[in-house]
């Protein structure tokens, strides 16, 4: 998977998690740029991504990841690719 | 439940359900129409999928944008959920799953642990809340983080008898505001300790959390409290697969989200149930479904069935099944496009066959449509097809009986007959919340019934039948014994039911305790059997009227349909009410899609117009008591002893 195909599932999960087609998501866009994106919202995304991707964050980032960036590198970095 | 995925996620889903087709489209054609009504049964039908997690909070989303639960035409629900754990994300699964069986719940969590403080304080939020139903959940280290691993037997007794009895106290406190009640079983999180000596230790967290988990059952049947079995759900499918440390660390989250699902339906199928809303008929194909192969090709000696083959064995099981619903009160039927004489032949001469001819209450084998078959069987039972289960390893009907009939629930059966029995019990299509004598003896009154059949064929005209049936009505107030059965049977009666207002047990218990009402139950014998409590009549003094009795409930059992079962009853009625020297009897008749047998029943019964009521789909009637003459009919009356 490319940068460019993460980014696109991340959007598209959380396009239809926050029922919002608008959103915009880029590699520093952090999670107060995004309305609604709160903290319930924040762990069902990372959840819904796992699940998408077939893929299991480890707590310690789940707990910190700052930006969409961050989160498209630990993908990758799980996906060894 | 079945796990799904590979290596990294795993995780366990609602598998008898259809994958959806489509579901963007749909969800959005749904969204998109301006009709309420039309929005809640689209999304409806979408909720029967096997939705991704993301689908489910999408599904959830577009539930809750329509928000007008008074045009939808099902049943709302406010469930109240008290927990030690994070639940927000259990919320949306519960709603969806609650939307399945066309049921709206609105949902309400209380403070996290703050389970007495929510019940006890008169102000709290979920006071406010004004909930029907009160789901209350912990975790286990609430109740054994400070036993010590060094402390004896009699500490451990200590910590079970105090969490029994503060768990009654919630749950009588729950009960007094006339909710449902449920408790959820405790998850065994705890890590090996000794080992398996754990087993065997008293202070072991595995033995303490087994020990809990049987006392606060023992105590919640003893309370009236449902039983939301979670540990059960959990150890079937894998605790790894329900409890998912990072998600507890992260933010207390107990129940995983990839277990939401399952979970949501598990609570959503004991509301349903309790609300009369559980199947009762389940519906069976036959080749390639109660035993492998095609009886049609491969003649009795060729279809695999019984002990010799894997395969054989695995029918078997699903024939084992389906005698043990039956046992359990579930009504057979099968379903096949078959030759008649064939297949009942197999039934009869198969050493092998589990399920005998007169284990079926309906048989049909023939090679018109299934739906049309279907709609024959309700029909003949009595039942709406909402009450159905059809099993069937062809795809294509599976299919076809989706588009035809949606209200009859098809289960996805997996390909491999070794998973059928667990696809189908997994559904929870039965979920019950008691077990009465009704039930064990349903197959009998269904025999019987047949029997009655043949009588009124041969008795030519109804008089003579209902002479030579030889009926009593053996009738009586209410007793403790009754009132589970009489609140079962007001909550599952939906064709004679004057008002359809539901009832929980205690609701009943308060009625019956109070002698100012009436809560009668008849129970019908003829000569071919007991037919047990078929009717029940629960009557309170009107409110504004002196000397007046209103019929708030009124149900009958459509088994008992035609033996004028309804004028004994209402002779009963009025001879009571006489004696304590009332004077007129209100009952209002509220129309449902599903009562309209009752059509012209209180006039047939001698009642007159009242037209005191404004109230939707409401007509109000009235019997003077002085001028009531009984009726006479073939059934003899007798009072309990």
Known sequence: ?81 | MHAIGAGAFAFVTVKWLPPPIEFRARLEAANASADALERYDALAVLADHRLSFLETLQLDTALARVGQPSKSRFETIRLATLSSATIDHLQPPIRVAGLRRRLLIETYTGGLGLQRQELFEATSNLHAFGANAILLSFVAADFISALALGGGRAEADGVIANAVASASALWSKAKGTGAIVIQQSLLDTFPPVFGGFDALASNAPAHLVARLNLALADAAAQAGVLWLDVARASARDGLELWHDPVRWYQGKLEIAPQAAGVYGDLVARLIAAARGKSRKCLVLDLDNTLWGGVIGDDGIEGIELGQGSGVGEAHLALQRYAKTMKERGIVLAVCSKNDATIAEATFRDHPEMLLKREDIAVFTANWQDKATNLRAIAEKLNLGLDSLVFVDDNPAERAHIRQALPEVAVPELPRDPAHYVSCIADAGYFEAVSFTDEDRDRATHYAANINRETLQHQAGDMTTFLKQLEMSVVYGAARPVDISRVTQLINKTNQFNTTTVRRTEDEIKAFAADPANAVLHFRLVDRFGDNGIVSVMVAVPAEGKADALELVNWVMSCRVFGRELEYEALNILVERARARGITTIYADHIKTKKNVVLAGLFERLGFVRDDTTTAPETTRWRLAIDGYAPRSTQIHAKEQA
């Open chain 1, 1 to 81: 998977m490319t940068d460019a195909d993460i980014l696109a599932t991340l959007t598209r999960v959380l396009r239809d998690l926050l029922s919002d087609q608008g959103i915009v998501l880029a590699r520093s866009t952090a999670r107060a740029d995004v309305p609604n994106w709160d903290s319930f919202a924040y762990v069902n995304f990372i959840v819904a991504v796992e699940m998408e991707l077939g893929v299991k964050f480890p707590l310690g980032e789940v707990e910190s990841f700052a930006t969409v960036g961050e989160i498209v590198d630990a993908i990758k970095a799980l996906k060894g690719s």
